[in-house]
């Protein structure tokens, strides 16, 4: 089972960025899926979640309305368009599947971790 993460890098406040999650077949088939970040110095915080379907999407308060998730079944990949990005967005980025969940510990599976720098 892996999970590939990846598009991150540096951008200037109110860009966008979309973000990518290759998965194997295993971690992606019939799995809700999410993604979470973690900026230095702070607890890993939820950001969106969706389900395996990708009809139901789930966003943290400070991802509502900015970023979107979403999944490519044919290409078994999940995404996070990132749009009016923040200096406070500034984070690595980590995809992870088995949970629909705001709480790290649901999910089975992590990938590695993308970093996002949004400068002002």
């Known amino acids: 089972v892996q999970l590939q993460a990846s598009g991150g890098g540096l951008v200037q406040a109110g860009d966008s960025l979309r973000l990518s999650c290759a998965a194997s077949?295993?971690?992606?088939?019939?799995?809700?899926m999410g993604w979470f970040r973690q900026a230095p110095g702070k607890e890993r915080e939820f950001v969106a979640a969706i389900n395996w379907s990708g009809s139901l999407p789930w966003y943290s308060d400070s991802a509502k309305g900015r970023f979107v998730i979403s999944k490519d079944k044919s290409k078994n990949t999940l995404y996070l368009q990132m749009y009016s990005l923040r200096p406070a967005d500034t984070a690595v980025y980590y995809c992870?599947?088995?949970?629909?969940?705001?709480?790290?510990?649901?999910?089975?599976?992590w990938g590695q971790g993308t970093q996002v720098t949004v400068s002002s």
């Open positions: 992870n599947a088995g949970g629909y969940s705001p709480y790290s510990d649901a999910y089975d599976y």
């Open positions: 077949g295993r971690a992606f088939s019939g799995r809700d």
